[in-house]
């Protein structure tokens, strides 16, 4: 939609979403009131730098303060030329997605060598994955519970123990993502930083998560800094989501764009 809001907000969200006929749209919110900026027909980085450039002067997109968005690096491509003061703050969420994905990686890599599909280490592997993605204050080191796929009654500490005894390299890793999730819940900017400045190359799933850490640098570490996240505009696109699937999806892009307006306005 080819308008423009009195004045941009200190705060920015930025994201996308699947419109119509597999095209990915472009969606800007406020960080803080969750107020709907612009939604654009397509993502691509020439369209939004012309829609902030022709609406915005200068001096207005120098207001703007932080700029919130996933691991799409087209956004930190142009942000800086178009918010000049502004800081990127990569999301929470999709930080601890993508350690969440290398510790999944390395797991299913593990399990692909197993020769018997019946032995206890497989099984805990297979069926309690969910076990390795909890926090390590969540994980229940006391009391014995039926765990499913296993068959036996353990505590969830314990199975999470034998799995990682017996295979130090997905220990490895799955210390890391336990440093990630502690340093982001936390929000301890010092202790992230030390955990990918110090990290040692081991030939695993998590090189290449820390590597991507490490190149958007500040932007991730910033995420500690500040209190913003991407949940606003998360929540606007779930609601494009609830229409498209309540009207059975759209042909035309512009009448979708119109009913877009009126949920958000």
């Known amino acids: 939609m080819a308008y423009r809001v009195k004045q941009l907000p200190p705060n920015l ?3 996308e979403f699947r419109s119509c006929n597999h095209l990915m749209s472009f969606n800007c919110c406020d960080a803080v009131s969750h107020r709907r900026i612009v939604t654009l027909k397509d993502r691509l980085s020439k369209d939004i730098i012309d829609y902030f450039e022709a609406r915005y002067s200068v001096q207005e997109r120098a207001k703007v303060q932080t700029i919130t968005i996933d ?3 087209e956004y930190a491509s142009f942000i800086h030329r178009l918010f000049p003061n502004a800081v990127t703050i990569i999301d929470r969420f999709h930080i601890i997605q993508l350690a969440g994905r290398a510790l999944d990686n390395e797991r299913t890599c593990i399990i692909r060598t197993f020769q018997d599909k019946h032995s206890r280490i497989y099984r805990i592997l297979k069926s309690q994955w969910r076990l390795f993605h909890l926090a390590e204050e969540k994980i229940n080191d006391t009391k ?3 765990l499913r796929g296993i068959n036996e ?14 295979f130090p390299e997905f220990k490895t890793v799955y210390q890391t993502y ?3 999730l502690t340093a982001i819940h936390q929000k301890d ?10 990290y040692q190359v081991a030939g695993n799933q998590m090189d290449v998560t820390i590597s991507t850490f490490v190149k958007n640098g500040s932007a991730v570490l910033n995420s ?3 209190p913003y996240s991407n949940g606003p505009i998360e929540g606007l696109n779930r ?3 609830v229409l498209k699937r309540s009207c059975f999806g759209f042909r035309n892009i512009h009448n979708f764009f119109i009913r877009i307006s009126l949920i958000h306005e």
């Open 239 to 241: 609601k494009i989501k």
């Open 178 to 180: 336990q440093g990630i």
């Open 189 to 198: 900017a010092t202790e992230f930083k030390n955990l990918i400045t110090n």
């Open 13 to 15: 969200c930025f994201d």
């Open 224 to 226: 500690c800094r500040y």
């Open 144 to 146: 014995l519970i039926y």
């Open 71 to 73: 691991m799409n690096a």
């Open 153 to 166: 009654y353990m505590t969830q500490q314990n199975a999470i123990d034998l799995a990682l005894d017996e």
